[in-house]
């Protein structure tokens, strides 16, 4: 599977791991992955390490989690994005609702 996720040991932050394309094939893993037994967590972590494309639906989804986790007082960090998909955050004006580190 291409998304993965791992919990800090406080429950209190929610790393989410894509590998991969990041696109609409990913709509449902992504969307269980912060969906599912997420009580008690306050902050996400998108990393993007492993991350080779991501399209518009990827973009769609990452502004769910946001509406998901709080909207503007989420707690979102994007990180360890490649040249190419740090490029196309910045495109679509993704630092003024992300963290991206």
């Not at 040991?9 to 929610?14: I, L, V």
């Not at 967590?41 to 991501?54: C, F, P, Q």
């Not at 502004?63 to 495109?91: K, P, Q, T, Y």
């Amino acid at each position: 599977m291409p998304v993965h996720t791992r919990q800090s040991d406080d429950g209190e932050t929610r790393t989410i791991a894509i590998e991969g394309r990041f696109d609409f094939s990913t709509h449902q893993a992504f969307r269980d992955a912060y969906e599912k037994d997420s009580q008690g967590v306050r902050h996400w972590v998108i990393d993007m390490s492993d991350t080779s494309y991501l399209d518009s639906s990827a973009l769609g989804m990452l502004l769910l989690l946001r509406d998901f986790a709080g909207g503007d007082n989420a707690s979102i960090h994007i990180e360890n994005c490649n040249a190419d998909v740090r490029r196309i955050l910045a495109i679509s004006n993704f630092e003024q609702l992300f963290s991206i580190r």
